[in-house]
């Protein structure tokens, strides 16, 4: 019965991540999305 204390801290990792999460998209429904890339147009030289 070792390694007890990983499952632990496996357990409080992942509830605080979820807690994260939970957070992250309770506030994204409220405010825009973000658009994280736009297409750029190239410029034409003739």
Do not use: C, D
Not at 5 to 27: D, F, G, P, S, V
């Amino acid at each position: 019965m070792g390694q007890q204390h990983r499952q632990e801290t496996k357990r409080r990792r992942r509830r605080a991540y979820l807690k994260r999460q939970k957070e992250i998209a309770k506030n994204s429904k409220s405010t825009a999305p973000v658009q994280l890339a736009k297409k750029v147009e190239q410029p034409t030289e003739a």
